[in-house]
């Protein structure tokens, strides 16, 4: 079996037993739920839920209704450097497969942070053996080895003149975000997952260490950030679930939210 952690959503690869509990949930950055650790497969998820694909502003989406685990929404892009599936999810269905290859299918996988794994082994056999980019620093957290998984370093990896990945850590020592200044209607956007993380007025965003326990990034971090982003032309910035998402004003809300965000730690 390939154990599915149903708090965080990360696959195992095969195992006869699922582990005693999932190091992902018991970092400080998660959580076990309440109820103890359980666990369920892909294709019992199968039977369970099915995946949701719609458009998220300009973009398209891919989730899984119900909610499972942690909610977050995939997202596909079409960029001069093929078609990018950004993040991951738990659940990839054949009806799925099928509707993203009318979208012109998935030439690669690219990941924000170890919360989001989830099922990247499975989207990437889906379509052919996709390569899946992490960034080097976390690979301790991968529960599923693929030779599709390949590792970058630094604090930037570009994949094309419109799309580079950014480490921005704060989060985990290889959060990652997107920035592709060919998105839709001429827009340039940053898909942030939880590297930044979009504040519920979707005119802000934070810097978390752990988003559910509240623990803030440290401001070194942030500061870092700050550097790595001044040069980028920024109007839309995706969070990590459907609509959590800052449509215009992107690089004011950017640099606005660093400058609130020190202060209320007192830099």
Request: glycine share 8%.
């Amino acid at each position: 079996m390939r154990p599915i952690c149903t708090n965080c959503g990360t696959q195992w690869a095969d195992r006869p037993q699922p582990p005693d509990h999932c190091p992902i949930c018991t970092d400080d950055r998660q959580y076990v739920a309440p109820t103890g650790q359980a666990w369920t497969t892909h294709e019992v998820l199968a039977t369970t839920h099915r995946v949701r694909t719609e458009r998220d502003g300009d973009l398209l989406g891919i989730g899984i209704t119900p909610t499972f685990a942690i909610p977050q929404r995939a997202l596909h892009l079409r960029t001069d450097v093929g078609n990018v599936l950004w993040d991951c999810t738990s659940l990839v269905t054949p009806e799925t497969v099928e509707a993203l290859e009318a979208y012109g299918g998935i030439d690669l996988i690219a990941i924000s942070h170890p919360h989001f794994y989830s099922a990247m082994v499975e989207w990437s056999d889906a379509f052919g053996g996709v390569p899946i980019l992490l960034h080097a620093a976390d690979a301790e957290w991968i529960q599923r080895p693929s030779p599709n998984i390949l590792h970058w370093d630094g604090s930037e990896h570009r994949l094309s003149p419109t799309v580079c990945l950014h480490r921005c850590a704060g989060h985990f020592p290889g959060s990652t975000l997107l920035h592709w200044t060919a998105a839709p209607n001429g827009r340039n956007v940053i898909l942030a997952g939880d590297t930044l993380h979009v504040t519920a007025d979707r005119r802000h965003l934070t810097f978390m260490y752990s988003v559910p326990n509240y623990v803030p990034a440290h401001p070194d971090h942030v500061e870092r950030t700050r550097a790595q982003l001044a040069d980028l032309a920024i109007d839309d910035i995706y969070g990590f679930t459907w609509g959590l998402d800052i449509i215009g004003g992107g690089r004011a809300a950017l640099d606005a939210s660093i400058d609130r965000y020190l202060a209320a730690v007192g830099r």
